[in-house]
């Protein structure tokens, strides 16, 4: 559980930028973004493919370095990955020769954790996973979204400050995402973990966020932020509210905005994004 204030930042993003160069050219996937997530918040990042959303939590979790700006913690800046900042990815990174119990074990025995020690936390994170009953399965024998919580319960046995999550839910199908993700919910609630969650899923990024951004792209820049504030108890059923329909509505209506100069744009010219001046 979280102990921290509950206004307390737990991570900052100030004026990132990052610039690709591919084959003599720059690509510029993000402008200058500045964000702070508070501690304990679920914040969802939503864009359209490309926007630089992968780019942005890469930063984040100290997986890739900024052309410019910088990301902090509590405990000073992020310089690489650290098991302060787990990350979750679309695919599920489990080794196929190991039971998922030892799946999560073994990235606690990584920490220092005893045997037994860790297989007794495995057991109790499986289990805030629904996976009990599946300890000595191997991830083959597993579904997507068995897979995906495996993956989750080894992330969360490292209990990182904050949990990035990368369009986790982007390789199941349709009921299973959305059975996920009111897990997802539950899974937080009991954790009390920050979270930062990006998706293309306008639904999805309104139904979990406390807090929206949306990002346009070419380069990925913020286009709107929101609280959508929605009535609970928070199941898929508020998707019918009037407080999720306004907020679904406003992204949309912002993203559709921010994509249509620039597909009239393209169609005419170079891409507005790449320059030749690497
Ligand atoms: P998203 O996750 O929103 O789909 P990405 O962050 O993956 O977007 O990519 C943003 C932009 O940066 C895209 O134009 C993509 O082609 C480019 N890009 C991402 N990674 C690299 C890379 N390693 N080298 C060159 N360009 C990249
Ligand atoms: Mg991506």
């Known amino acids: 559980m979280n102990t921290a204030a509950p206004h307390a930042v737990a991570l900052r993003v100030e004026n990132v930028t990052r ?29 359209p493919s490309g926007c630089g959303k992968s780019t942005l939590l890469q930063i984040m979790g100290g997986f ?18 650290s098991r302060d900042i787990g990350m979750v990815f679309q695919r599920p990174t489990l080794f196929p020769w190991w039971t998922v119990e030892k799946n999560v074990a073994w990235a606690l025995r990584c920490g220092g954790t005893g045997r037994a020690e860790a297989r007794r936390r495995a057991r109790t994170l499986l289990e805030l996973v629904g996976l009990q009953g599946f300890e000595d399965a191997f991830p083959s024998e597993l579904s997507g979204g068995m897979q995906q919580r495996a993956a989750l319960a080894r992330t969360l046995s490292l209990e990182p400050s904050v949990l990035l999550m990368d369009e986790p839910f982007g390789a199941l199908d349709a009921q299973t995402r959305e059975l ?14 920050t979270i930062v969650f990006v998706t293309h899923d306008i639904r999805e990024a309104v ?6 951004v949306a990002l346009s792209g070419s380069p990925g820049e913020i286009a709107l932020e929101l ?32 994509a249509r100069p620039r597909a009239t ?3 005419g010219s170079a891409q507005a994004t790449e320059d030749g001046t690497a």
């Open 19 to 47: 610039t690709y160069h591919r084959k003599g050219r720059n690509v510029h996937a993000l402008a200058p973004v500045s964000l702070s997530v508070r501690t304990g918040e679920f914040l969802t990042i939503v864009g």
């Open 64 to 81: 890739d370095q900024p052309s410019t700006g910088t990301v902090t913690t509590s405990t000073g800046p992020v310089t690489g990955p």
């Open 180 to 193: 996920m993700q009111e897990e997802l919910i539950r899974i937080r609630q009991a954790a009390g973990t």
């Open 207 to 212: 139904f979990l966020g406390d807090r929206v």
């Open 227 to 258: 609280t959508p504030d929605l009535p609970r108890p928070h199941t898929h059923e508020v998707m019918r509210s009037p407080e999720f329909l306004d907020a679904y509505e406003a992204v949309w209506a912002c993203i559709r905005e921010q």
């Open 265 to 267: 744009a393209a169609a």
